[in-house]
C-alpha cells in the first residue's frame, strides 16, 4: 500500500504510549538481585508517541498499528 509522503504519528510500541517502560535493573553490584523499575522510554524520548516517515509508517501499518497523525490530516 502506498502512502502520502510526509510524517506519520504512531503510539509508541515500546511503552505503549506511556513515555516509560520497566527496565531491569541490578539494585547491587555485588549480586544477582535485580529489580524492576521506570525508565524513560528512548524510542519516543518520553513522549508517548513516535513521528515516521512514510517508508517506515507502510511498515508499522504492515504489523497492524494504527496512525494518530498522518499528513492528509485524516
Ligand atoms: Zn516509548
Do not use: H
Not at 517502560?21 to 524520548?45: F, K, M, P, Y
Request: glycine share 10%; hydrophobic share 30%.
Amino acid at each position: 500500500m502506498a502512502l502520502v509522503e510526509g510524517e506519520y504519528e504512531f503510539t509508541c510500541d515500546e511503552c505503549n504510549g506511556d513515555g516509560s517502560v520497566q527496565v531491569i535493573r541490578a539494585t547491587d553490584e555485588d549480586s544477582d538481585e535485580a529489580e524492576l523499575v521506570w525508565d524513560r522510554c528512548d524510542d519516543c524520548r518520553g513522549q508517548g508517541t513516535v513521528t515516521v516517515d512514510d517508508e517506515v509508517a507502510a511498515e508499522k501499518i504492515a504489523y497492524g498499528q494504527t496512525p494518530i497523525r498522518t499528513p492528509a490530516g485524516s
